[in-house]
């Protein structure tokens, strides 16, 4: 019995760390029926209860949801994107009622009008009002439902943040209705759009043509990418172009690489100044409260002895402390500004403050003891 009672416990310890995928069914007065709705919380959502998400909106859920789910679960784990909340709309039996548009104004009319205020006026409150979602919307769609979501950037303020176009199949107009959006755009847009070489070839063509057009515009407002695949299909190129669009739109959220710290050690900049920044732009963008990863730390703190920057690495030493005030970390930066800019007695005591905390990396405790013995031994404490 002791057994099964402490498998019963491992058994729903291992299922807490999985993402949680939640079938819902939402009452539309837009739609006039319901709408069966697929969702994916981050996982660990229930236990990380003071915690935002952005939420990422996926038409065509019946068969878009699964793979779109995937993607960012695995890249989420790996801390290369935000966690976020993915939401798939299905559309199996409403698809092409859903994206209807007018033939000669080619803007959404009858149910495709509906279906476009059903997605801003009560999908999204109903997301907004039931998780714990940060400011930060995506959507992406597929050929057909591809052209639909790009309707919202026409709007004066638009709903979504990022538009992942996956070989739209486009409307007449809608080619030129975007540039000229995305061109006069005021606010940040993440823009992704996607074919491939064995693609619809009319689809292919049209696709190929709005990418010369997007790929003129000025705008550092706007962040636009195109991959075309060689080899894929229409079908096949959604899973080449998810992660690309993942990586795409959340380019600034991802850790300090090794080609950024080479730029660290040489640039002008504070390196410092750029890590906060850095840190800014991710909590701006994406609505999110973001603690400085402990890598980005060690990296920055190694550029800043380097280049022997001791103010900058006792300004990176208080923000250590602050973020993570259990382990030694901040502790070290602190100590060896202090050591750098003649205070050996500050420096030794606080080498000798970090027992008793966690270790990170190089900064074990038998490490910052052995320090302080040295500038005792050096100044006879």
């Known amino acids: 019995m002791k057994k099964l009672y402490l498998f019963t416990l491992f058994f729903l310890a291992v299922q807490l760390t999985f993402s949680q995928t939640i079938y819902k069914t939402i009452n539309s007065s837009k739609l006039r029926q319901q709408r069966e709705l697929k969702i994916q919380l981050p996982r660990n959502y229930d236990q990380n209860t003071g915690k935002k998400y952005p939420v990422i909106i996926v038409l065509d859920g019946d068969y878009l949801f699964e793979p779109m789910a995937g993607n960012v679960d695995y890249y989420s784990y790996w801390d290369e994107i935000p966690e976020s909340i993915v939401v798939g709309v299905n559309q199996v039996r409403s698809r092409n009622d859903d994206c209807l548009y007018n033939p000669k104004t080619f803007l959404p009319e009858k149910e495709g009008a509906q279906f476009f205020e059903f997605l801003g006026m009560e999908l999204l409150p109903f997301i907004d009002n039931t998780y714990r979602t940060s400011k930060f919307v995506a959507i992406a769609g597929h050929d057909y439902t591809s052209n639909f979501i790009n309707y919202y950037l026409f709007k004066p303020d638009p709903l979504f943040h990022a538009y992942i176009n996956l070989s739209p199949d486009l409307a007449p107009e809608m080619s030129n209705r975007l540039v000229e959006a995305l061109s006069t755009a005021e606010a940040p847009k993440w823009f992704y759009l996607a074919t491939g070489s064995n693609d619809v070839p009319d689809l292919k063509k049209n696709i190929r043509a709005l990418d010369q057009q997007l790929s003129l515009i000025e705008n550092q407002d706007v962040h636009y990418q195109f991959d075309d695949f060689d080899a894929a299909t229409h079908y096949t190129l959604v899973g080449n172009a998810l992660p690309r669009a993942l990586e795409h739109i959340f380019s600034s959220y991802k850790p300090i690489s090794l080609k950024e710290y080479d730029e660290l050690v040489i640039m002008e900049k504070s390196a410092f100044n750029y890590l906060v920044e850095k840190y800014e732009v991710i909590n701006n963008n994406f609505g999110i409260e973001k603690p400085v990863r402990i890598n980005d730390f060690l990296a920055v703190g190694k550029a800043l002895e380097y280049r022997e920057k001791w103010d900058d690495l006792e300004r990176l030493g208080d923000l250590a402390q602050k973020q ?50 040295l500038i005792k031994q050096d100044f006879g404490y």
Do not use: C, W
Not at 327 to 340: I, K
Not at 344 to 366: H, L
């Open 324 to 373: 993570y005030p259990h382990m030694a970390l901040g502790d070290y930066y602190l100590a060896r500004s202090y050591e750098a800019n003649g205070r050996p007695k500050k420096a030794m005591k606080t080498y000798q403050s970090a027992y008793g905390k966690e270790e990170v990396a190089f900064v074990t405790i038998d490490f910052m003891l052995k320090k302080a013995d």
